[in-house]
């Protein structure tokens, strides 16, 4: 059995106008080992951000509505859009407060000289909390 964790990842992806199937090439900038298909069959429901080419066209966001053992995924909705190779997004976006944590352990870390033995500050600590999955 396959499972992700975490929010989500870059893929690559290309679809057609009017069509709802999504071919996914893999994550950017990583190549996946090739057990490890971009999308996995049980992330239906997923959530997936592709640019619909230029800047002013804005997104398109959808979700998956299935994906087949080969990683072959077709989307809730059709895309009003044609664009190939783009990066897209698959899955939710890290919370703010994640992204604002990991920045503040890098300022400690850098006005530290690094960070070998410094204990984390209890209010970064406090920041993590409610995404801890304390589950081993």
Known sequence: MQFRCGYGAPITCSMTNGSSPLTVTG????TFNPDDAPLLPGETGLSI????????????NTFVASVDGSGKTTLAASPQATVSNVPGWAGLPVPAVI???IKMLAELCYEDGGCDDVPIPR????FLDPYRNLVA
């Open 49 to 60: 951000s592709v640019p619909r080419g230029d800047a002013s066209s804005g997104t398109f």
């Open 123 to 126: 209010g970064i600590e406090a």
């Open 99 to 101: 992204t604002t944590a």
């Open 27 to 30: 994550s950017v900038p990583l």
